[in-house]
């Protein structure tokens, strides 16, 4: 066999062996997606319970298993590991990572807080994958259509597929991206256990008031991180959202006696937060679902091409019969733990289907999977078809929604391995098993990291704002407006007007203009998180434009790298630090 080297610098993968080129669906290759997808995917429930973002885990995927087992299968002169393998790798750990689709971090705890206590650990584990093993499903019968049938270019799967092959053509600076990730990692790690057991730096503002309105230094190498990767206009827009919300809106709100609050208490962000939100909700909805109508009437320029449409696959007795399966599990469950309606249960099987055709072109189109407006899409519909019944609008739209975002996030996978060639069929498999070791570990860390949602949600250490979202549609559709604030009310009118004008200013305006013309998701999300989170996120989207700016070579090799290190090392010592 020729050596590693020689084979992953040969400048594509016909340059390894014909044997690499041809293993894809090996043991290996499931083992390392389903081990790293266990590692990655408490990354994503932690992040989305602190400010309601997760991260695409396909290329850490990618990075991370390519510097394993290049070296391992050399010293132990196995096979190298080939291309079709590494995509298998990646699809099988982004399916786990991206179980938070399933409502893990939105639906599910806005229920339990309404409730007043989580799903058991069981049936929570079958009801999340349930979620998820529908969208994997309808991902595949979307395939054909999207994939090959269209010219949508889905750019997070382009990532990972070009991702793959420079890798197997430039393998020394695969390595050189894996050691600044890991070095990233480790020192976010290193940082957390000094400041948990050594230095404990403050947590302070320039004053005691100031402090109290969430003005204070959080020293959080994950939101850093996650700063870097969402960009400066959204840094931006979270930092005038803080300024407007904490800093304006907040002391008049006291100083009219508007929201109570006490000197003795050390935050007064509970009592705030619950007049905040309702206008950051509004914020967020319309310029969520302003922006996603936008997008379909953009999107809805595609048109199959005659050539790909002879050439595309059909749907296959298997798929039937998995998305049989899927769907009558899911509408049992929603009967079975939640109560609902079988009418209900069995209408969000066609709501999922259509949801996850529009999300679909929209994430072909933009790599954004619209997961917020799906999810107020969804509860909108059940909530004109089951008014007045909360629980029904939370889960119902959890099936639809969740399932929907899940399919149009693995249509990425999908993508990445149409570009190099990998079986469809066996993607599907490494799906199905990242999503049952998805759904175990993010369940069980999710009720490790959050035993009692009716005290330790909506406060500065978790101010879960996609629960708050949800929760907030909920009780709105269910129990109307007058359980609001007529304050909030007219805040709520204002805050919808704003995202739908920030939302078309999005689309109308010059690219190149819009950095200084505050995201509207952002703006909103701004008014239900810490004025600290939305700081540190925008000093990390800062730093990152400066390094654009003053070393864009290294910023283009490296940032993304660094940032992810840094997500995934806070949140890992986040998970653990619950057993200290």
């Given at each position: 066999?020729?050596?590693?080297?020689?084979?992953?610098?040969?400048?594509?993968?016909?340059?390894?062996?014909?044997?690499?080129?041809?293993?894809?669906?090996?043991?290996?290759?499931?083992?390392?997606?389903?081990?790293?997808?266990?590692?990655?995917?408490?990354?994503?429930?932690?992040?989305?319970?602190?400010?309601?973002?997760?991260?695409?885990?396909?290329?850490?995927?990618?990075?991370?298993?390519?510097?394993?087992?290049?070296?391992?299968?050399?010293?132990?002169?196995?096979?190298?590991?080939?291309?079709?393998?590494?995509?298998?790798?990646?699809?099988?750990?982004?399916?786990?990572?991206?179980?938070?689709?399933?409502?893990?971090?939105?639906?599910?705890?806005?229920?339990?807080?309404?409730?007043?206590?989580?799903?058991?650990?069981?049936?929570?584990?079958?009801?999340?994958?349930?979620?998820?093993?529908?969208?994997?499903?309808?991902?595949?019968?979307?395939?054909?259509?999207?994939?090959?049938?269209?010219?949508?270019?889905?750019?997070?799967?382009?990532?990972?597929?070009?991702?793959?092959?420079?890798?197997?053509?430039?393998?020394?600076?695969?390595?050189?991206?894996?050691?600044?990730?890991?070095?990233?990692?480790?020192?976010?790690?290193l940082f957390n256990v000094l400041d948990k057991f050594v230095w404990?730096?403050?947590?302070?503002?320039?004053?005691?008031?100031?402090?109290?309105?969430?003005?204070?230094?959080?020293?959080?190498?994950?939101?850093?991180?996650?700063?870097?990767?969402?960009?400066?206009?959204?840094?931006?827009?979270?930092?005038?959202?803080?300024?407007?919300?904490?800093?304006?809106?907040?002391?008049?709100?006291?100083?009219?006696?508007?929201?109570?609050?006490?000197?003795?208490?050390?935050?007064?962000?509970?009592?705030?937060?619950?007049?905040?939100?309702?206008?950051?909700?509004?914020?967020?909805?319309?310029?969520?679902?302003?922006?996603?109508?936008?997008?379909?009437f953009a999107v809805s320029k595609h048109r199959p091409h005659g050539?790909?449409?002879?050439?595309?696959?059909?749907?296959?007795?298997?798929?039937?019969?998995?998305?049989?399966?899927?769907?009558?599990?899911?509408?049992?469950?929603?009967?079975?733990?939640?109560?609902?309606?079988?009418?209900?249960?069995?209408?969000?099987?066609?709501?999922?289907?259509?949801?996850?055709?529009?999300?679909?072109?929209?994430?072909?189109?933009?790599?954004?999977?619209?997961?917020?407006?799906?999810?107020?899409?969804?509860?909108?519909?059940?909530?004109?078809?089951?008014?007045?019944?909360?629980?029904?609008?939370?889960?119902?739209?959890?099936?639809?929604?969740?399932?929907?975002?899940?399919?149009?996030?693995?249509?990425?996978?999908?993508?990445?391995?149409?570009?190099?060639?990998?079986?469809?069929?066996?993607?599907?498999?490494?799906?199905?098993?990242?999503?049952?070791?998805?759904?175990?570990?993010?369940?069980?860390?999710?009720?490790?990291?959050?035993?009692?949602?009716?005290?330790?949600?909506?406060?500065?250490?978790?101010?879960?704002?996609?629960?708050?979202?949800?929760?907030?549609?909920?009780?709105?559709?269910?129990?109307?407006?007058?359980?609001?604030?007529?304050?909030?009310?007219?805040?709520?009118?204002?805050?919808?007007?704003?995202?739908?004008?920030?939302?078309?200013?999005?689309?109308?305006?010059?690219?190149?203009?819009?950095?200084?013309?505050?995201?509207?998701?952002?703006?909103?999300?701004?008014?239900?998180?810490?004025?600290?989170?939305?700081?540190?996120?925008?000093?990390?989207?800062?730093?990152?434009?400066?390094?654009?700016?003053?070393?864009?070579?290294?910023?283009?090799?490296?940032?993304?790298?660094?940032?992810?290190?840094?997500?995934?090392?806070?949140?890992?010592?986040?998970?653990?630090?619950?057993?200290?």
């Amino acid at each position: 066999m020729a050596g590693i080297h020689d084979s992953l610098t040969a400048g594509s993968a016909a340059g390894a062996d014909a044997g690499a080129s041809q293993r894809e669906l090996t043991p290996r290759a499931l083992a390392t997606g389903l081990i790293l997808g266990a590692l990655l995917a408490p990354c994503n429930v932690y992040s989305g319970l602190k400010i309601g973002w997760s991260f695409n885990m396909s290329i850490t995927a990618l990075l991370l298993a390519f510097a394993f087992w290049a070296p391992v299968a050399r010293l132990l002169q196995r096979p190298s590991w080939g291309m079709l393998e590494s995509n298998i790798n990646q699809t099988t750990a982004s399916a786990a990572a991206a179980i938070t689709s399933s409502g893990l971090v939105a639906p599910i705890p806005a229920l339990a807080v309404m409730t007043g206590e989580n799903l058991p650990w069981l049936p929570l584990i079958v009801w999340v994958f349930s979620v998820s093993f529908l969208g994997v499903w309808v991902g595949w019968f979307l395939r054909p259509r999207m994939i090959e049938q269209s010219d949508l270019v889905f750019p997070a799967g382009m990532a990972a597929a070009q991702t793959m092959r420079d890798m197997f053509a430039h393998a020394d600076e695969a390595m050189s991206r894996v050691k600044v990730l890991m070095s990233s990692l480790v020192g976010a790690v290193l940082f957390n256990v000094l400041d948990k057991f050594v230095w404990h730096l403050p947590r302070v503002g320039p004053t005691l008031t100031a402090s109290k309105l969430t003005f204070v230094f959080d020293p959080s190498l994950l939101l850093l991180g996650f700063g870097g990767i969402i960009g400066l206009r959204a840094g931006l827009g979270l930092l005038l959202g803080a300024a407007v919300a904490w800093g304006l809106i907040g002391p008049i709100l006291i100083a009219h006696g508007i929201v109570q609050v006490s000197e003795d208490q050390v935050s007064w962000f509970e009592p705030l937060v619950g007049w905040l939100l309702w206008p950051g909700v509004a914020v967020m909805v319309a310029a969520s679902l302003t922006s996603f109508a936008a997008s379909l009437f953009a999107v809805s320029k595609h048109r199959p091409h005659g050539r790909a449409r002879q050439q595309a696959s059909g749907n296959s007795w298997l798929q039937y019969a998995g998305f049989t399966v899927a769907a009558v599990l899911a509408i049992v469950l929603q009967v079975v733990l939640f109560g609902v309606h079988w009418t209900m249960a069995l209408a969000s099987i066609p709501v999922a289907f259509v949801l996850a055709t529009v999300a679909a072109r929209v994430v072909g189109e933009t790599s954004v999977a619209p997961i917020g407006a799906i999810g107020k899409v969804s509860q909108l519909t059940f909530g004109v078809m089951a008014p007045g019944h909360p629980v029904t609008n939370l889960m119902t739209a959890n099936v639809a929604g969740g399932s929907a975002g899940q399919s149009a996030d693995l249509l990425n996978d999908f993508r990445a391995g149409h570009e190099v060639g990998a079986n469809p069929a066996r993607q599907v498999v490494a799906q199905c098993a990242g999503v049952v070791i998805g759904s175990i570990v993010s369940s069980l860390v999710y009720l490790m990291l959050i035993p009692d949602p009716a005290t330790q949600l909506f406060t500065p250490e978790w101010p879960a704002p996609a629960v708050a979202v949800w929760k907030a549609v909920a009780e709105a559709l269910s129990q109307g407006l007058q359980g609001i604030a007529p304050s909030a009310l007219w805040a709520m009118a204002i805050g919808g007007v704003l995202g739908v004008v920030l939302a078309l200013l999005e689309r109308w305006l010059d690219p190149k203009r819009l950095v200084f013309v505050p995201s509207g998701a952002a703006l909103g999300l701004a008014f239900v998180i810490p004025a600290s989170t939305s700081l540190m996120l925008f000093a990390g989207a800062g730093l990152a434009a400066l390094a654009h700016r003053f070393a864009p070579g290294w910023a283009a090799r490296f940032l993304l790298s660094v940032a992810a290190g840094l997500v995934a090392g806070e949140s890992l010592f986040g998970v653990a630090s619950v057993w200290f």
